[in-house]
Nanobody, 125 residues
Framework: VQLQASGGGLVQAGGSLRLSCAAS????????VVWFRQASGTEREFVAG????????FYADSVKGRFTVSRDVAKSTLFLQMNSLKPENTALYYC???????????????????WGQGTQVTVSS
């Protein structure tokens, strides 16, 4: 499945952004679709994700209560609503997907192989 992330931008601390991840080539049915982010000089880290078929969502502890994953099944699009943004949330945000990842490994970036270009989120203080 091909993935296209969009919606990034520059926002002040405390602001909000909504990222989108659209599938092309096929639907997300049967996939785990997740968001990772990578700040300059750091490793890629898990942010949030969803088991597409069940709708079960997962979050990193650092974003719980501020970020929300949602989906448009008809459009095979995943969203990441980010509220109360902090400067430390500045990063390149990627969406990726796998139909083979198991529950215990879905937060591990090496389990995914299709990353796309990502979308830059910059939070100013």
């Amino acid at each position: 499945v091909q993935l296209q992330a969009s919606g990034g931008g520059l926002v002040q601390a405390g602001g909000s952004l909504r990222l989108s991840c659209a599938a092309s080539g096929r639907t997300f049915s049967g996939y785990t679709v997740v968001w990772f982010r990578q700040a300059s000089g750091t490793e890629r880290e898990f942010v949030a994700g969803i088991r597409w078929s069940s709708g079960h969502t997962f979050y990193a502890d650092s974003v719980k209560g501020r970020f929300t994953v949602s989906r448009d099944v008809a459009k095979s699009t995943l969203f990441l609503q980010m509220n109360s943004l902090k400067p430390e949330n500045t990063a390149l945000y990627y969406c990726t997907a796998s139909n083979r990842v198991i529950l215990s490994s879905l937060r591990v970036s090496s389990q995914y192989h299709n990353w796309g270009q990502g979308t830059q989120v910059t939070v100013s203080s």
